[in-house]
């Protein structure tokens, strides 16, 4: 369990630094692109907020179903559920982080899209591997 488990932090920390290197590759070189137009930076702000909205939470939903599937008379979750559903959890915030670092990118890495690739960044962050529910503490 314990190599399962460091297996495990060690997708969250990649996954967390790839998203982590493209807002600073963003911020780095977007200042030094065309920007959008108005509308569509306003548009590609919209699709950020309503990813967020929409994905983190069925995140979380996916996560208990897939804990839920794996959950043993003891009340424990078996490692494989464990993974698996934290690496659905933290898949789809990658996928709200770097769509909105994208959208960021395109409008120069200007706007409160970044905010929303920092929120989803957050998210993913807080949920760090312990294994706690696969382990009685």
Request: glycine share 10%; with cysteine.
């Amino acid at each position: 369990m314990q190599q399962q488990l460091m297996a495990l932090r060690i997708i969250w920390a990649a996954m967390l630094m790839g998203q982590i290197m493209f807002l600073a590759i963003t911020l780095t070189i977007a200042k030094n692109m065309a920007g959008l137009a108005p509308k569509l930076a306003s548009l590609f702000l919209y699709c950020a907020i309503g990813m967020l909205v929409v994905l983190v939470p069925v995140a979380y939903v996916i996560r208990g179903i897939v804990y839920r599937s794996g959950r043993g008379e003891d009340g424990l979750i078996a490692p494989q559920q464990y993974a698996s559903g934290n690496i659905l959890f933290w898949a789809m915030c990658e996928g709200v982080g770097l769509a909105a670092i994208t959208f960021g990118l395109l409008n120069r890495g200007q706007g409160p899209v970044l905010f929303i690739a920092a929120v989803a960044i957050a998210v993913q962050a807080v949920n760090f591997p312990t294994g706690r529910a696969m382990r009685r503490d």
